[in-house]
């Protein structure tokens, strides 16, 4: 089967004057046709450069894709000219980043903004382009959308403003939309209503997406599957279901230790991972999260963890679940 996005063992480099840091070290995943993928993790563990190199949007120098591909459609596009992906960016793939504003132009009138994405992907004549234009904003929600089209960036508040830049990704049709930390920016209610209307454009317009975040809630709001990375790498994947069910790498079970429990009211309990995560300059050759690992065992340091399928796509990295390490219960019962 064909899978609309497949990342296959992806390996980004960047120069610095300190040596060269593996800001991505052999990441693999897939998006399917009408799913939400969320990628997770902590600030600076590959996640945002491996959107980046979705999008070929990797600045090189100083960046270099070094290994793996990228194939979109059943086409690589790992390494395809500016050009061509220029012509992919913006018509198959649209973009959410974080921050509205580095998004949109502040000098021109958004719906100029709007009309400029599906000029560049389909010929439509100005009139229709205004008309579709106006179809957008009302479509992610802008009230008076027959006025607010002739208005200037700043005019906007920031969740209206990214329910705009929502609309440009969407102008031209894409069949897949990446959204980086999309609403990390917000504050908390507008956060929701963002998160809603990416639920509702992707069940309606049977959208692919990739999430970018480092927030679970997020994850469980919007997401089918979840991919979680660690220092470069994938350390568990699975359906948002399997993996909040069922978390089977040590790294998600801090991850889900440190999300506000809504039960437990005002006083929420969070449990942040202690420790930082490895140096990327020198990854350890055993596994990336050994040192702050409650359960790292000898095996740990020396060697990589396997990869062990729990359910149908569900997978995990890591020793404790080699049938060779000791069991958890043991562990437990040493004390760790
Ligand atoms: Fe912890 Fe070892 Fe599993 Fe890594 S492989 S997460 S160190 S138990
Ligand atoms: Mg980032």
Sequence with gaps: K???LEIDDLKVNFKTYGGEVQAVRGVSFHVDKGETVAIVGESGCGKSVTAQAIMGLI???PGRIIGGKVVFEGKEITHLPKKELLGIRGTQIGMVFQDPMTALNPTMKVG??????FVRSQKVTREEARKRA???LGLVGIPDPEKRIDQYPHQFSGGMRQRVVIAIALACQPKLVIADEPTTALDVTIQAQILDLLKRLQEEQ???VVIITHDLGVVAEVAHRMVVMYAGMVVE???VEDVFANPRHPYTWGLMRSLPRLDEGEKQRLIPIEGSPPDLFQPPKGCPFAARCDFAMEVCDQQMPVTSEFAEGHQAACWLHD???PRIEELVAAGR
């Design 323 to 325: 049938p060779r390490a």
């Design 59 to 61: 600045p090189n120098p």
């Design 237 to 239: 994947t699975g359906t």
């Design 206 to 208: 049977e959208l692919s």
């Design 134 to 136: 106006i179809e957008m």
């Design 112 to 117: 100029t903004q709007i009309v400029e994405g």
């Design 2 to 4: 064909q899978h609309l």
